[in-house]
Structures are given as structure tokens and as C-alpha cells.
């Protein structure tokens, strides 16, 4: 089944502690990216890759790391994490292969909802 | 800046048809899509407009006028199913992986 897997989906977890919340896909797609989700601000984004070792910042990564080592797997860090980054967390990938169009056609992971106390 | 925006709330009743507008002040884009999240899980793909004009699959039907920086889904013969929220979104031109999305419209149908 083509799907986008994230873990943990729960974690509750202290200031400080670093985590890395895994995304892994099996669709072979070129573009993946993270979105947080809080209530009244839709999502937002944190950090893109295009391809494999090539990342971007969306419009929120402060606090966030990414890397892109291999094609299906985009992990994100959150190296000393804090309060306000309690949040639920959207891992997404597509095929950009297909054109302008490939982009925004996402497919989302079941979402990882992190509780910093 | 860059930001699209939607109504917060929308209420309808079964069987009736939804309009969910979303403009946006932002330069530069490739299209708008829609997707569909149910109750804070995975948001789902719904639709696309590449062009101006209107979009139709099925039940939804997406509208854009690029000039009038403005979009709209249209959901028709609404189902108990369709209480969701919708988010629109758009992909930068430039910072082409760059996607920015609307805080979303919770749609409530009604018996």
C-alpha cells in the first residue's frame, strides 16, 4: 500500500530532550516535507527537500532540523525541544517528477502529536 | 507578506451546497489545491486548479481566478461525511517547494 509512515504518532516528552520523529514513504517520490498543525493557523510549514541531500526552510523551522540521506526518509529533529513546540506534526511527500502540477498534490502521513512539558 | 484566507466556520445541511472561499495576497504561485483533514487526521488531496476557471471531480467542483486573487471549493448534495475541515493552499514560483496553506474552514452539516 502507498502510504507515508510517521513515528512515534504520540510523544509526550521534557524540555530539552532532543527526539527525532521518523517519516519514512514508498512511493519513491522526490519531494517530502513537515508541517506542525496548531489550532486556528492551519499548517505550517518547516522544512522541505526537493531531492535526496537537498533541504529548505519552510516558514517556521526555528528549533527544527532535517536531513535527507536517503529518498524515503525525511526525520525531523527537534534538538533541545520546548512548550511552544507542542504540536501536532504532518509528515508529506509527492512526485515532482509530472510537471508543475506534482507538487501540490500531497500525501500525508498519519500525523505525530508532541507534547513538550 | 504571503497568507490565504478562509472563512473559519461554515455551517450547512444535508443535501444542500457549500461554498468555501478562500483569496489570498500572495505573488507568485503555482495553482491552488484543496484537502480535506477529518477530525485531525492526515489531510487527503481534494482538488486542483493549475489555470483559471473551474475544476470538477464529483461532488467538488474548485473554482480560481488568478486576477481576482481568489478561489473557491464548491461541495454539492452534502453528506454527514462531509463535516471536515478544508484547507486551500498554493505553491510558491520561486522558493518552488515552498507551500503555504490557509488556516482552514471547519464545515459542519447538519441533519
Known amino acids: 500500500e502507498a502510504q507515508v509512515t510517521q513515528n512515534p504518532r504520540y510523544l509526550i516528552t521534557v524540555t530539552g530532550k532532543k527526539l527525532t520523529v521518523t517519516c519514512s514513504q514508498n512511493?519513491?517520490?522526490?519531494?517530502m516535507s513537515w508541517y506542525r498543525q496548531d489550532p486556528g493557523l492551519g499548517l505550517r510549514q518547516i522544512y522541505y527537500?526537493?531531492?535526496?541531500?537537498?533541504?529548505d526552510k519552510g516558514d517556521v523551522p526555528e528549533g527544527y532540523k532535517v536531513s535527507r540521506k536517503e529518498k524515503r526518509n525525511f526525520p525531523l529533529i527537534l534538538e533541545s525541544p520546548s512548550p511552544n513546540q507542542t504540536s501536532l506534526y504532518f509528515c508529506?511527500?509527492?512526485?515532482?517528477?509530472?510537471?508543475?502540477?506534482?507538487?501540490?498534490?500531497?500525501?500525508f502521513g498519519a500525523g505525530s502529536r508532541l507534547t513538550v512539558l | 507578506g504571503q497568507s490565504l484566507e478562509q472563512p473559519s466556520e461554515v455551517t450547512a445541511v444535508e443535501g444542500a451546497i457549500v461554498q468555501i472561499n478562500c483569496t489570498y495576497q500572495?505573488?507568485?504561485?503555482?495553482?491552488l489545491s484543496w484537502y480535506q483533514q477529518h477530525d485531525g487526521g492526515a489531510p487527503t488531496f481534494l482538488s486542483y486548479n493549475a489555470l483559471d476557471g473551474l475544476e470538477e471531480t464529483g461532488r467538488f467542483s474548485s473554482f480560481l481566478s488568478r486576477s481576482d486573487s481568489y478561489g473557491y471549493l464548491l461541495l454539492q448534495e452534502l453528506q454527514m461525511k462531509d463535516s471536515a475541515s478544508y484547507f486551500c493552499a498554493v505553491r510558491h514560483r520561486i522558493a518552488g517547494g515552498k507551500l503555504i496553506f490557509g488556516q482552514g474552514t471547519e464545515l459542519s452539516v447538519k441533519p
Open positions: 527537500s526537493m531531492n535526496v541531500e537537498v533541504t
Open positions: 512511493m519513491n517520490h522526490e519531494y
Open positions: 508529506a511527500s509527492t512526485q515532482t517528477g509530472t510537471g508543475i502540477s506534482g507538487a501540490n498534490v500531497l500525501t
Open positions: 500572495t505573488s507568485g504561485f503555482y495553482g
